[in-house]
């Protein structure tokens, strides 16, 4: 059986979905981003607040915010907003996207900022987190940068350069980036942000049912790795665009 | 002072801003569409429902929900469902949207079907409730075509077409499709929701500190009407598409 | 047919049910009115506090909160402060009142006051927000009336009178200050809200199902200019006792 | 020093407010009851629903909600409605107001019946719970009393008649009824229901700083049982009225 | 039948259940008691926290928090904290236990001071309240002499001291410290606190379906009487340990 | 530097806290154990509810619910049940702890049985997650057992054993079961979940600041493996017991 006939979309086992970075998507936000991992699509902002956080004495913060529109999925969703309360794996998420950013971010050079980077899902197809984190990366340079220029930060906060990406055991094959196809029937799945310089920021592994041995999480690791290289040159290029 | 001087934008009293109607735009609603009114973009996706309202005896239901991205407008605004609860001006719009779109519709060959109309501003620049009327109806089509094409539908429920704008007095002078410029600096503001046949379906026209004569009223009913005959072509024209 | 024979309780098309404003109902409130419109009566409290609103720098405010006792009406409905939350028609009520009684005060001359009109309806027959403006602003001048008296005003804010009435299409034919029987089963009704110098302050108008005429909605601004002119009689014969 | 010294009102130690009682205050409840102790005015509806309560099996209910309107007391309270929630207060005393009245009925008799009194308070001038018990009492009666004319009950579910007072040390001396200028004021207060036979249905006695001795709990009951007579005589002179 | 015969512990009418009080049961709080009425088990902290109340100028304050915990009960209870919202039973006990407790101690001597004693019930048997009252003052009182030892309190605040127990009549016939098994058959229960002079600082009974004459209330206030002055005793015993 | 230097509490790097494990520590409870990790003491119960979770057809559920006290930390946090909701913190951690749990359970085989573990944490001092799975294990196993007992079990649905454990980087250094103090000032830390054989369950590592390198992660994996080996021996010891 060849890597192909593993994945419903014919992708090798070490394949990303097309990815797309499109900055300047709606023009309010200082940061405003569109990333998209095939059919995954996420709108990310980054707002600069000048106020910084009340339950912290120096220096600034960054924080995210995670939503998905109800019509985002196969069968609609109930909004939170009318629900009355975010849902457990929301705020999971939302948790996961501010302590990723924050990793790359010195926060006493933010001092009297607050940064909040929002990430509302228009279409979901798996990896919302990842993509989620990838995209917001972006956003948040282009805030910092737009911060930098109207002379607001004296020096740049942004210590390095991070993105995320799903990998996890599908038809018992360890493969990179699962779509929704993939992500509904796998056997364990684990999200993973990394730095440039291939360290660890977040590693998030679940098994429901089967466990993995050591070397199954080794080799997905090891796609983690592969994929958030080529993420991270993404970002690049959509940063020099 | 020529009209183009009364407006920032330099549009003629009775000029709508340039107007978008892109059918498709996700791919798992019934029907999903993105509405542009200039600057103004909303997200209405139709979601159909194998269910009739649970109050309601018999025939089905049209409802919608109306949303902002927290970066949508000018200044960031918080995230209701982290707020835990909706807006007073989210629900009003939203029971607008709603009653608006029921109109056209024949709930009785709708029984055992709720369709909810999602409305989520993406940037918001002024009129983002009567882009979601305008759009929400088209995305309203394109899931009852598909019903019909499933043959979960008998009949057509549809009855009319409707289309919605704004109109207000600014700088002393009605004009047609205020922009959040206009709107936050006018003496009155109405959103007046039409069919086809140039009948209203809801007018609501509001004061503050400057009331309006009945000359006034008519002459902004007049705009309406012009405004609204050009957005049902806009509408007819996407469909046909 | 006749005019008395259209409506249930044998009413002229253009006539008022009977109308009456008690002034002082409770004693604690620096205005205290109970309005009553036939079998509709509302208690509006006004409610002087000194301090500005927390959100605006300058000047002072005016709101309104509306509530519905849970046996006002034919069926018990289920109390809002068990509930957890006020419903979507209430919010939008009570914006409606707030905004209307704003409509008539300079909110410069009320620095450092807000003033809250609490209207709760004992009982209800349909019109309880028209009958709630109108003794809202009866409540509303004996505050103001109070404060000037205490001294705690220097100029009087008060710049216009209001009041407000609906009508609506009920057997094909417009009527005035519709009932309950009439309004549930009535083809359109509108709210609408004018000054003592016959100008609009709010139109809201819906019609679900079937549309109005440009002629019928002029038929019925006629019939709501003369309600209102009857009822800001009344407010000034209430004042003057 | 004579009794009425000692008292703000000029009453005597064992002198109740002025009592009315008013039947039929408004018209769609089965049993409505304006009910006043002194300046303290109650409005007490007996809602019928034809729905046993859903976690019990057998026999009927009878529950009670408690609210103050906004501006029920000396200065504007916040609307619980508003708010998200009641008070603790507020559950504590609708608790009482329900255990009290089950306290007089068979609710074997009830089955499939639930009968709601909502004790809705309009002017507060100390001693609401007791109003709201004494008047909830006899809109209940007349609920009941509905229910068998209309055939919808077959037996008498009321097997006694209940009434509340409150009693309190003022200055240092026991006193029947207290008003809020004694209520706020007092040592220690005590709420007391107790049925036509001079049993008691409920005490709740509380001290905050100065504890009572057993003696002046004996006369505070003594007064109780005294006051408790003269309602229960005023009960029944509505009810025949 | 002897008194043994009438309760299913076996328990003489006047006897309590074995009653243990353990100091430092954690070692966080400034005060942690684990209080024992029998299979009732209670702990309850004092937490002393540098803040005066934010409504109230002048004083201190103590205030107290009732949980249980979901499966302290025979049947598993659904959590407060996952339901959105404490019971009205669970804020009747909290505001039962902090009037109680406030009842010996002067608060102005706890200027800029609020003490929480948070009682949370490991395991019910009936009587959680009055133990957590018990047990609550001894931790109080360790919570104070924690701040006298830190030089936090330059005076004693405490002027008494306080204890509960319940009360009831079971089988006709009244008994001291109802068990659950007594308490969900009884006819009618008493919580009854007292300090240690035998006055009285609350009184709670409640009868439902069967009143109880006076001479019934008598008798339940002398076994509250003796068995108040067992658990003082008890309390002593342990603070002096 | 030696080992023991590097810890708080003088603990070599790969030692494990001092483990307890209490069977039946409260009654009402299927399954009832308080596990301690050091001064880490948690109460986990496990219920079973004889019906089938609505949201799912066929099979059973197993779900955590978890909770602190308000003053199981140094410093006193608001009760969740008072504040109205679970923070994202506690609701991540139940989320976890259902998860992992129901790793070793064939649902099919609890068909038409909910098990509720609660996991209610006394005290205190880092790793309470990691206590809450250890234990809650345990209190699952006493409940299956009990249910087998009274037949309500046909077939064993345990299929496997877990315990969890954190490490983490202190002082750069990878260290086994961080306590508070190390938890607290930690470069980055992991809880992780694994079976009887060895294999992953859920691997949760967290760096903020700190990025970890691809041999720290490994030797985090190694200092877990070695623990939760450890762990596994305790809670078999105790279930012999």
């Known amino acids: 059986m060849t890597d192909s006939a593993l994945r419903p979309s014919g992708r090798a086992a070490d394949q990303l979905r097309p990815v ?11 940061g405003s981003v569109l990333v998209s991992f095939g059919d995954t699509r996420v709108l990310c902002t980054a707002s ?18 995670y939503g998905m529109l109800p019509r985002a999925t196969h069968d609609r969703s109930r909004r939170e907003a009318a629900q009355g309360k975010q849902s457990g794996r929301t705020q999971e998420i939302q948790r996961l996207i501010g302590r990723s950013l924050r990793a790359c971010v010195d926060l006493n050079a933010l001092a009297g900022l607050t940064i909040t980077i929002d990430c509302d899902v228009l279409q979901a197809d798996g990896g919302t987190r990842t993509a989620a984190i990838t995209g917001g990366y972006v956003a948040l340079v282009d ?12 020096k ?23 779509d929704y196809s993939e992500d509904s029937a796998c056997e364990c799945d684990m999200n993973v942000v990394m730095n440039e310089a291939g360290q660890f920021i977040e590693v998030q592994g679940t098994a429901e049912g089967h466990a993995f041995r050591r070397e199954e999480l080794d080799q997905l690791l090891d796609l983690a790795g592969k ?12 940063l020099a665009g």
Not at 48 to 53: D, I, S, T
């Open 156 to 178: 740049n906060p942004l210590f390095g350069q991070i993105a995320a990406v799903s990998v996890g055991i599908h038809n018992g094959k360890p493969v990179l980036d699962l």
């Open 48 to 65: 600069v607040e000048e106020r910084g956080p009340a339950w912290k004495k120096d220096g600034g913060w960054v924080t995210a915010e």
């Open 227 to 238: 994929g958030i290289g080529e993420l991270i040159a993404a970002q690049n290029a959509a």
């Open 20 to 30: 797309s970075i499109v900055r300047g998507f709606t023009r309010h936000a200082e």
């Open 143 to 154: 805030a910092l940068n737009a911060m930098k220029k109207s002379g607001k930060l004296k």
